[in-house]
């Protein structure tokens, strides 16, 4: 599947060094912060399914419900919608080899994931903050891109970077970018003053992320018909998630 028209950022990615598959193992242990289900799939399906395959454990915390993709449908109203969206994202890990108890639901609201320095932020923080707990073993933390394009995404970001902020143990930290690869604005990618930027090479399982994305069939179909707005990854959009590596950004605090 290729991309028509790159825009400039991602035809760059060229340039940015391309390590090999191995190089997953020297994460150790992760957890993976998703904004929404299906992030942690699109952005990082690829480590996820590396790290599986070498028998590393994984652990993913999605931040929102996700049932504010779909308004106005009467056949999915939020509360179903969310449900219907927890249960693609359980199938679509399975496919990369990350077991449901692994994977822990914050249930914020999509489409207003409440800021860190709220009463409800702060139990995202802390929802976070006990996975790391409860896996004590976890050296890396994914984090989406912290000036990703989307409010929810920045303010995950957010979530995660308090909650290891109040860690009593250092751990490495890494960003995964999503809308800053299809809508490239300067102001959101990533500058050269601030951060290193490794992409890796996930050739052995793009089959089983292309799986564990298409797993999420109420975004990448019309399976709801119904709402007043929607919102589908299209073709053009998955383009950009179907390449052979995946970029990492190891930013600065």
Same mark, same amino acid.
């Given at each position: 599947m290729s991309?028509?028209?790159?825009?400039?950022?991602?035809?760059?990615?060229?340039?940015?060094?391309?390590?090999?598959?191995?190089?997953?193992?020297?994460?150790?242990?992760?957890?993976?912060?998703?904004?929404?289900?299906?992030?942690?799939?699109?952005?990082?399906?690829?480590?996820?399914?590396?790290?599986?395959?070498?028998?590393?454990? =994984?652990?993913? %915390?999605?931040?929102?419900? +996700?049932?504010?993709?779909?308004? #106005?449908?009467? /056949?999915?109203?939020? @509360? !179903?919608?969310?449900?219907?969206?927890?249960?693609?994202?359980?199938?679509?890990?399975?496919?990369?080899?990350?077991?449901?108890?692994?994977?822990?639901?914050?249930?914020?609201?999509?489409?207003? =994931?409440?800021? %860190?320095?709220?009463?409800? +932020?702060?139990?995202?923080?802390? #929802?976070?903050? /006990?996975?790391?707990? @409860? !896996?004590?073993?976890?050296?890396?933390?994914?984090?989406?891109?912290?000036?990703?394009?989307?409010?929810?995404?920045?303010?995950?970001?957010?979530?995660?970077?308090?909650?290891?902020?109040?860690?009593?143990?250092?751990?490495?930290?890494l960003e995964?970018?999503?809308?800053?690869?299809?809508?490239?604005?300067?102001?959101?990618?990533?500058?050269?003053?601030?951060?290193?930027?490794?992409?890796?090479?996930?050739?052995?399982?793009?089959?089983?992320?292309?799986?564990?994305?298409?797993?999420?069939?109420?975004?990448?179909?019309?399976?709801?018909?119904?709402?007043?707005?929607?919102y589908c990854?299209?073709?053009?959009?998955?383009?950009?998630?179907?390449?052979?590596?995946?970029?990492?950004?190891?930013?600065?605090?």
């Open positions: 991309i028509a028209n790159p825009p400039p950022f991602f035809r760059g990615l060229a340039e940015v060094p391309l390590l090999p598959p191995s190089a997953a193992h020297e994460l150790g242990p992760v957890l993976v912060v998703a904004p929404h289900p299906d992030d942690e799939v699109l952005g990082c399906g690829g480590v996820i399914g590396l790290l599986r395959q070498a028998q590393v454990p =994984v652990y993913v %915390a999605v931040v929102s419900d +996700g049932g504010g993709s779909h308004p #106005g449908s009467a /056949r999915y109203p939020p @509360a !179903a919608l969310s449900a219907l969206r927890q249960a693609e994202s359980l199938t679509g890990l399975a496919h990369l080899g990350v077991h449901a108890a692994q994977v822990t639901f914050l249930g914020l609201p999509d489409g207003a =994931v409440p800021s %860190a320095t709220s009463a409800a +932020g702060q139990a995202g923080i802390d #929802g976070i903050r /006990r996975v790391l707990e @409860a !896996a004590p073993g976890v050296r890396t933390v994914l984090l989406p891109w912290r000036r990703d394009p989307h409010a929810d995404h920045r303010t995950a970001w957010s979530l995660g970077a308090a909650a290891l902020d109040g860690m009593d143990r250092p751990l490495r930290r995964y970018p999503i809308w800053t690869l299809v809508h490239p604005q300067p102001d959101d990618s990533p500058r050269p003053d601030e951060a290193r930027l490794w992409r890796l090479d996930i050739g052995p399982v793009t089959a089983l992320k292309r799986a564990a994305i298409l797993a999420h069939v109420s975004q990448t179909t019309d399976l709801i018909t119904d709402a007043t707005w929607t990854l299209t073709d053009d959009v998955l383009a950009h998630f179907a390449q052979p590596w995946e970029l990492l950004i190891e930013a600065g605090a």
